[in-house]
């Protein structure tokens, strides 16, 4: 059976009927259980739409911000280049018609494409990450992280380098996390030396800050205004999340908890990256190909993510850039069976099993105000603070995975040069 999940023509198939499947669930009111309901599909990608109209119309949000925001109706909070995007009244019917669908399919597809179904495991897994309500919040909204998601895969096959370096630059230009994707560089041609990267950044660098330069007062209130819109306690995917909860159980103060919270994150992963390195030893040496999809596509969605979960508040539509790492480890899994792929794997596992409670209580928690506070039943900060640990374990165990891996690569590129 498994022989015939993994064929191209099975893999096509299967991924036209998770869209059909996907497109019913979202245009359900039942999904309203699970994540926040928006008779209008699509929100998330309508709004920067709308901004690019605004901007076709001559008015200039860092000039007219009055008249823009009368226009756009909401905030801008994407980095200057974003308006580079083209835009006609014909683009608009594709962007508001066309694309969220083509994100959608393209992600499934890339999804299925990437993952080897060798046993239950990875296929029950594979279903989840896709019919997931972390999955339905984003495809409803079509939020820009979808088309990041979609472009990481597509620069990790692509050979057509200097369209990858392209969407690297606009991506980090608009939304500044993408600029992990840069990694790539170091993946993407086995045979490029150390020398041509170094030019590579040299040259990317020189470009970028001279973008900078010609537009620094934009990039300055676009750093000011990062956040947008920032998850609370619902929806949550963050490293701050355990402090926000320690804050609202206790009334400390929060700079200290979020210092307590990293210095015992930090700890824990050199405790768990001491262990990864005795179990492993030499043994993934003779398992791992440093420039393998599998490879390429775990470091680039590892760090993305590790990144996003520290340094952001994210909702957690955000955990799909999680499902990169997952064919490295199914595979490493399944020829090493040692510590931690199968813990890694098991957390996640239950991750997903447990996002159905916490988003059915994130949309049901039946919050009161007192003397305008809020106020969360006990069962709503145990539903979120389990959600919090299993969050701050599986990136505890990614983080050490992904710092090894990357070492070891560093190694094997040293010995390289040596050898040369």
């Known amino acids: 059976m498994f022989i015939i999940l993994n064929k191209n023509f099975t893999k096509i198939l ?14 359900n009111e039942y999904v309203s259980k699970f994540i926040w309901w928006f008779p209008e599909l699509f929100g998330d990608l309508k709004t920067p739409i709308k901004w690019l109209e605004c901007n076709n119309l001559g008015l200039n949000f860092y000039e007219d911000r009055n008249s823009f925001m009368e226009c756009a109706k909401r905030e801008f909070n994407y980095g200057k280049i974003f308006f580079e995007t083209p835009y006609s009244e014909r683009l608009n019917f594709f962007y508001i018609n066309v694309l969220p669908y083509l994100l959608i399919f393209l ?5 299925v494409t990437t993952f080897a179904i ?11 990450v896709i019919f997931n309500p972390s999955s339905f919040l984003l495809y409803s909204g ?11 895969v597509f620069t990790v096959l692509n050979r057509f380098y200097i369209i990858n370096w392209a969407l690297y630059f606009f991506l980090t230009f608009t939304k500044i996390y993408p600029i992990i994707l840069f990694l790539n560089i170091f993946f993407e041609n086995e045979n490029r030396s150390i020398k041509k990267i170094f030019i ?30 920032k998850a609370g306690y619902h929806y949550l995917f963050s490293l701050n999340s355990s402090a926000k909860i320690l804050k609202y159980l206790f009334d400390l103060n929060y700079i200290v908890l979020l210092l307590l919270t990293y210095l015992l994150f930090f700890y824990l992963i050199t405790k768990a990256y001491k ?3 005795l179990d492993l030893n030499k043994d993934i040496l003779h398992e791992i190909n440093f420039y393998s999809l599998e490879f390429k596509l775990f470091i680039i969605s590892s760090y993305l993510s590790i990144i996003c979960f520290i340094f952001f508040s994210n909702f957690f539509h955000r955990e799909i850039f999680l499902i990169g790492i ?3 480890i199914f595979k490493l899994g399944i020829s090493l ?9 098991n957390i996640y596992l239950a991750k997903l099993f447990y996002s159905y409670i916490y988003s059915y209580f994130n949309v049901n928690d039946g919050i009161q105000y007192i003397d305008g506070q809020r106020i969360f039943s006990n069962l709503f900060i145990l539903i979120i603070s389990l959600k919090s640990i299993i969050d701050y374990s599986l990136m505890i165990m990614i983080t050490a995975l992904s710092l090894y891996l990357i070492n070891l690569f560093y190694k094997n590129l040293k010995n390289n040069l040596n050898y040369k």
Not at 144 to 152: G, P, T
Not at 337 to 345: D, R, V, Y
């Open 14 to 27: 299967i991924s036209l009927l998770f869209f059909l499947l996907i497109i019913f669930v979202i245009n």
């Open 200 to 229: 590579i950044f040299i040259i990317i660098f020189i470009i970028s800050i001279s973008y900078l330069y010609f537009n620094y007062s934009e990039y300055i209130y676009f750093l000011k205004n990062l956040s947008g819109a």
């Open 275 to 277: 262990k990864i390195s």
């Open 326 to 328: 997952l064919p490295l």
């Open 118 to 128: 060798q046993n239950y495991n990875s296929l029950i897994i594979l279903i989840l």
């Open 142 to 152: 079509a939020n820009i992280d979808l088309l990041i998601f979609v472009l990481l």
């Open 107 to 111: 992600s499934i597809y890339l999804i």
């Open 337 to 345: 069976k040692k510590f931690p792929f199968q813990i890694i794997l």
